[in-house]
């Protein structure tokens, strides 16, 4: 499991730095002004997050874990054994080794951005696994990236936990669909984790939390671009914010100036007014309809769905529909 994997896990890491710099930079001078809430996991922000799951008013990863315990079975007898898994997304060590568990899978096949993470949360489902061959890519899972050879032929699961899909907006998470289609391939199965729209105050809560974690996960992004991008924000100048914007079916996360503020970053010079707001995140959230058209529109069609006891969220498998060729009428 460890020696292929090494090269992997640095090629990433020169390109990702200017990445994060263009974007930064791009995000902060537009109108208004937003920055993509893929930033938010470096080391202390994939902490933070972690730590988010634990929160008593963070429903989500409690709810998906609860389908887990109670259908993965079930899940399992559909599925079969002898899949590929791969994850989107390096996984939490409360999920997928419930999953693992129950399919037992001819092999693993985390991809994450983090480089870091994906190296600890490898080592530590190795020890846990130690039989399951796993094959971890250090990648943006948003851009196109090649499956190992070691898994050729084998028929592929993809898992798309925490309802990360929630962070796109419908166009994107659409194409999205389709790219992770067109890369598993024919015959090949989705298990996609997505949250439901429910009362507002539930979703208010879930994302502005009583102990201020969530508020520190977000504001961290600043401290993340002081760290790296040699800047100078004041982040003591900014408020988390988090709303429930009804029209488009999601909950955004924004930082607000709560004074006029002056700063530089990599160099360039930026001034934000009091009141102005940096948008860090669209967290969609789907009607159980919306959820198989999403699904659909993305070249997947549903199979079976799982909720927990309270209907919060969803767990959908969806089978691969998107065919290269043959005529549109048959498509399903
Ligand atoms: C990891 C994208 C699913 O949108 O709920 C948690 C991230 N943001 N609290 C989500 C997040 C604020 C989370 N996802």
Avoid at 126 to 132: G, K, Y
Avoid at 141 to 163: D, V, W
Avoid at 241 to 252: H, S
Wanted: glycine share 6%.
């Amino acid at each position: 499991m460890s020696s292929h994997a090494a090269g992997a896990f640095d090629r990433a890491r020169p390109l990702a730095e200017d990445l994060f710099r263009a974007e930064v930079l791009a995000g902060l001078s537009a109108r208004p002004r937003s920055l993509s809430p893929r930033w938010f996991y470096d080391r202390r922000g994939s902490e933070l997050f972690e730590e988010i799951t634990r929160l008593p008013e963070y429903y989500l990863t409690r709810a998906e874990r609860e389908i887990l315990l109670n259908h993965a079975s079930k899940i399992a007898q559909i599925v079969g054994p002898g899949r590929a898994v791969i994850e989107l997304g390096s996984g939490s060590s409360l999920k997928t080794p419930l999953l693992l568990n129950a399919l037992a899978p001819s092999a693993y096949v985390p991809i994450d951005i983090s480089g870091e993470f994906l190296r600890e949360s490898v080592a530590a489902l190795a020890s846990v696994f130690p039989e399951l061959a796993v094959y971890p890519i250090a990648a943006d899972f948003m851009r196109p990236f090649t499956l190992p050879l070691s898994i050729k032929g084998f028929p592929r699961l993809g898992y798309f936990a925490g309802s990360t899909i929630g962070n796109m907006t419908v166009p994107v998470a659409v194409d999205f669909l389709r790219g992770i289609a067109r890369t598993l391939g024919e015959g090949s199965l989705l298990l996609i984790g997505i949250d439901r729209i429910k009362d507002t105050r539930r979703l208010q809560a879930a994302y502005d939390d009583a102990q201020g974690i969530t508020a520190d996960f977000n504001l961290n992004l600043l401290h993340r671009i002081n760290r790296e991008l040699q800047a100078t924000i004041p982040v003591d100048a900014f408020r988390h914010v988090a709303r429930w914007n009804d029209y488009e079916a999601r909950m955004e996360m924004h930082l607000e100036a709560t004074r006029e503020v002056r700063f530089t970053v990599a160099g360039r010079p930026f001034s934000i007014a009091q009141g102005e707001t940096i948008h860090t995140e669209n967290s969609l959230k789907y009607g159980p309809r919306d959820a198989r058209t999403l699904l659909r529109a993305g070249g997947w069609v549903p199979v079976m769905e799982w909720t927990d006891r309270e209907d919060l969220f969803a767990l959908i498998l969806a089978r691969n529909c998107a065919l290269t060729e043959g005529p549109r009428e048959n498509r399903q």
